[in-house]
């Protein structure tokens, strides 16, 4: 056990003021406007602030520093294809800017307003799977990640506690406060991850030298340590796909988006971006470094999953323990109260409500909402110990992002910005978004009954890479064929 | 190689530097940003 009495003090007194401001934030939650997208009156410094919250987790450090572990410096290649994506949403405003215009809460919403209903039901039933086939592996990560850092080994038990706590308090804090609650304590996370992940640094630093690891990265993976269209986990079609990723994920990934639909108003909401830009490249590669110190401090033969958290473990003294793992925690709840109400969010409004056919009033609406992200909270706690991921986290996360956004893309892209975009283009595009990443999921539980002729679904990176360009064709095609029979239906902007 | 491991070390350190700069900056303006959300916002009993 690494931990200490100290550790354990920080650790109790953070949880328990996590608890207190969230649930304070319900008594600001007055509508339905409220409780999604605190009212929209988030600025610019808390917007970026809840926003990069969001997206670092326990399960970001994890898969970035397993990567890192694996691949040495080619991997640092995502972070500046992450921070380039961000800056083009910042300054060109693509997509989210339209769709802040427009005042929707979710994507699938502004299907309803350009296609159709049904769109709308059938778009938010693949966001709703995509969304939560991604977050399911989180607690794992987090769980493998607590496990060596805090030094329960295989005491799965004290864990799993641990991990079921952690989300009753998210939960806690979500479902009574909305985005109010999400926003006021992603800030506070945000805070404390940011000092987190200073002090790891600081101690990785003291304890592996610069020129250590740019040896190890040299000695153990050679020219494909440093060159990423070299290196095999990578090479051009994983670069491509990267790219149209990082631009349509960080667009229309329903729980990065909503902090821009919850800004004051679309310049503001662009500025979030671009901010979040600034920083980007360092989110990713502050934790595939501690990956690659991992390779020099241990060499290539530990379990890549674990070998980050046990050079932390290693290098940072006792008390300085509790404020990491304070920090770890707090950013792995940022990320799921900002998931667990996006997921929620869409099931309520555009799967449950359009079945209904909107005979939910606002109250009914919230209880729902309620309801649903507790129950994805014990979906979590499922899914997360016992599924196998049939590659690299990164991977994973990405692919079944992309079953979602590659049809999104088309869909909001084309409705945004062209005329000729109709229902049926967009049920194409979803559909063939999906089947990619699907296949891949569904033929990896069953890989050896695959016959070879067909192992090239088997290849994570082109699923994800063909994902996009099927959905962008079946988009175009399904549109411009059928275009005189299903005329588009368009919608105004405010000026 | 060498040219390949010098720029990406750099690169790592100029964007670590800029994540922590930046990092500070947003949480000094953020306390302010709360401040406005949490005043303009009608408390509900």
Known sequence: MNFTIIDWLILSFYLAFSVFIGVRAKRYVEDLEAYFVAGRRVKVALGSATLIATEIGIVTFMYLGQIGYLTGFSCFVLGIIGAFAFFVIGKTGFVVSKLRKLKVITIPEFYEMRYSKGVRLFGGMILFLGGVLNMGVFLKFDGLFLAEVMGFGLERDVLFLIMTIMLLIVITYTVLGGMFSVVITDFMQFAILSFGMFITTFFILKNVNLFDVANAVVKYYGEEGINPVLNPRFGWKFLLWMLIAS????????????????????????????????????????????????????????????????????????????????????????????????????????????????????????????????????????????????????????????????????????????????????????????????????????????????????????????????????????????????????????? | MKIGVIFWLATYIISSVLFFSVALIITVLGLRDLKFLTRSQRKVK
């Not at chain 1, 932390?312 to 793992?325: D, E, Q, T, Y």
């Not at chain 1, 709840?333 to 409004?349: D, F, G, N």
């Not at chain 1, 110990?385 to 909001?412: D, K, N």
């Not at chain 1, 050896?448 to 962008?472: E, T, Y």
Request: aromatic fraction near 12%; hydrophobic fraction near 50%; charge should be positive.
């Open chain 1, 247 to 495: 631009v349509t994920t960080s667009g229309l990934w329903q729980p990065v988006t909503s902090k821009s639909l919850s800004s004051e108003d679309e310049v503001v909401g662009r500025r979030i971006f671009t901010y979040t830009g600034l920083t980007l490249a360092g989110r990713y590669m502050i934790p595939m470094f501690w990956g690659v110190c991992a390779l020099a401090a241990f060499g290539p033969n530990v379990d890549s999953q674990i070998a980050m958290p046990r050079l932390i473990a290693k290098v940072v003294p006792n008390g300085f323990l509790g404020l990491l793992v304070a920090g770890m925690l707090a950013a792995s709840m940022s990320t799921y109260s900002a998931y667990l109400l996006a997921w929620s969010s869409v099931a309520t409004r555009d799967i449950i409500q359009p079945i209904f056919r909107g005979k939910l009033d606002e109250n009914s609406s919230i209880m729902l909402t309620r309801i649903i992200a507790v129950l994805i909270g014990l979906y979590l706690l499922i899914f997360g110990l016992f599924y196998e991921i049939p590659t690299t986290a990164f991977q994973y996360i990405a692919v079944t992002g992309a079953m979602y956004t590659s049809g999104a893309f088309g869909c909001v892209a084309g409705g945004l910005y062209w005329k000729k975009a109709n229902s049926t283009g967009a049920y194409i595009a979803l559909i063939l978004g999906a089947i990619g990443p699907l296949a891949f999921l569904v033929l990896s539980l069953f890989k050896d009954f695959v016959p070879k002729s067909m192992h090239f679904l088997l290849d994570v990176n082109l699923s994800g890479f063909i994902s996009f360009i099927l959905a962008g064709i079946g988009m175009v095609a399904g549109s411009f064929f059928t275009n005189k029979v299903n005329p588009p239906k368009n919608i105004e902007f405010e000026k």
